[in-house]
């Protein structure tokens, strides 16, 4: 089955600095790649996601990238915000029908002020 | 975004009793749902899947008979975990499946806090 490593597992960033979190995948045959952001107490939110037809999309400050060869997929948010602190998922599936989801350990990101 | 929505929020239970939580799917229908349950700093862990009409399929180790889930109609799902104790409580997430023409997408409740004295 799916095996997704997500690293880091925590990252701190100056506000207003970047951050870029990665993520790769054992299954070449796998083809949707969405991005999850936790706050405390709350249930996962999409933030962002990606098909395996393109190898980039942008969200005014989020973007995604993938590479199929290399079999990984990276979230970058741009001038980052206290409000961007949270824990991120990635996660991977092949199309879906009976499939699920396989998600990462997650990234606990901190902007610091 | 898509909107699901799960009530309640937080329980609090005492042993022995049965809780029941509510998904729903409020602007879109879902024929499959899912039901994960996280534990601290830890990721999701799924539970079961659920598809409208059909019973759920529940992952290794998920004893059906303590969760039970009922996925009466296209936008509403329930867990209800029977006999609840201690070890059971945890923050419950459910998901929805938004079908769209080989493109779906997920999207997740807002969680339900169960703790059970």
């Known amino acids: 089955g799916e095996n997704v490593e997500q690293h880091p597992s925590t990252l701190s960033v100056q506000e207003g600095d970047s951050a870029v979190i990665k993520c790769t995948y054992s299954d070449s045959a796998s083809n949707y790649f969405p991005w999850y952001k936790q706050e405390l107490g709350k249930g996962p939110q999409l933030i962002i996601d990606i098909r395996s037809n393109v190898g980039e999309k942008k969200d005014q400050r989020i973007a995604v990238t993938l590479n199929k060869t290399a079999k990984h997929f990276s979230l970058h948010i741009t001038e980052t915000q206290p409000e961007d602190s949270a824990v991120y998922f990635c996660a991977a599936i092949l199309n879906f029908g009976n499939e699920k989801l396989t998600f990462g350990t997650g990234t606990r990101l901190t902007i610091i002020p | 975004g898509a909107v699901v929505s799960q009530h309640p929020s937080r329980v609090i239970c005492k042993s022995g009793t049965s809780v029941k939580i509510e998904c729903r799917s409020l602007?879109?229908?879902?024929?499959?749902m899912f039901w994960y349950r996280q534990f601290p700093k830890q990721s999701l862990m799924l539970m079961a899947t659920s598809n409208e009409g059909s019973k759920a399929t529940y992952e290794q180790g998920v004893e059906k008979d303590k969760f039970l889930i009922n996925h009466a109609s296209l936008t509403l799902s329930t867990l209800t975990v029977t006999s609840a104790h201690p070890e059971d409580s945890s923050f419950y997430i459910c998901?929805?499946?938004?079908?769209?023409?080989?493109?779906?997408?997920?999207?997740f409740g807002p969680g339900t806090r169960l703790t059970v004295l």
């Open positions: 602007d879109f229908q879902a024929t499959t």
């Open positions: 998901s929805a499946r938004r079908a769209s023409g080989g493109q779906d997408t997920q999207y």
